[in-house]
């Protein structure tokens, strides 16, 4: 009976642990990109971004592109704090290239770089989109936890 109890108890919390691998598509068209996404539980968030005068930017178009949308400030600082928390849970962040890969990739990977060390083994940064074919990825890198 206690080995039961202990099992039963084990299964419950395992469950109440556990993450559903959700995937928010479009999430940055939410009132609260990011962070709304994270706290109902989707264990993935996509951005499409595109460069714009030297920035990435996060829209469904490049015609939809608004003042201070970036990466960063919808995305990267937001993923910062949230995975710092305590019994945060891991999550993946699928950035969709929209535009001309070898312009937007070497910015992006300048932004990505300051958030390495606080997304290891909490963030897997996951490349989308346009982008070359897998053969032809020598030398660039691609960040996962």
Known sequence: MKAFCVFFLLGIFATANAQTRVHAHNDYLNAEPCT???KSGAWSIEADVFLVNGKIMVAHTRDEVKEGATLEEMYLQKIKNLTAEKG???MQLMIDIKDDFSATYPVLEQVLKPYFTSFRNKVQVTISGKR???ATFN????FCR
């Open 36 to 38: 709304a996404a994270y």
């Open 88 to 90: 945060a849970l891991p």
């Open 132 to 134: 070359p074919d897998h």
């Open 139 to 142: 030398g660039v890198h691609f």
